[in-house]
């Protein structure tokens, strides 16, 4: 595996430690996105179960935005940075020789900085 690779893994890893789904729901998301059926190493029940949970984990964190942005939780302009944000991050995931690729301290770096943009937007 090549060293951009592992950092661009690293950087997914840590995001999806700190989302809601879980790597098995987002692999499930990823491959209906992209047409493709059930994973080959899971029951039927099993995989309808998970796609479900998916929908409604989608659909609870979309009300909760709007829950959020509200009542003033989270600040205005919160969906665009978060917006602006995530397409950064599909460059850097679908790019081989990113600038995330120069190193560790890189990655380190990114995830801080992610950690500030959300620690920010938040009013609590």
């Known amino acids: 595996m090549a060293a951009s690779d592992s950092n661009s893994n690293n950087l997914y890893a840590y995001i999806v430690a700190n989302s809601l789904f879980t790597p098995r729901q987002l692999s499930i998301i990823s491959k209906r996105l992209q047409g493709g059926g059930k994973a080959e190493n899971i029951s039927s029940g099993a995989y309808y179960r998970q796609v ?3 929908r409604e984990k ?33 460059v850097i995931f679908a ?28 009013k609590l």
Do not use: F, H, W
């Open 52 to 54: 479900r949970q998916c």
């Open 58 to 90: 989608v659909a609870a964190v979309l009300y909760s935005m709007i829950l959020l942005q509200s009542t003033g939780v989270i600040q205005p302009d919160t969906l665009t940075t978060l917006g602006r944000l995530a397409d950064q991050l599909g």
């Open 95 to 122: 790019s081989e020789s990113s600038d995330i690729s120069s190193g560790e301290q890189r990655v380190n770096d990114v995830m801080s900085v992610i950690d500030q943009l959300v620690k920010r937007m938040s």
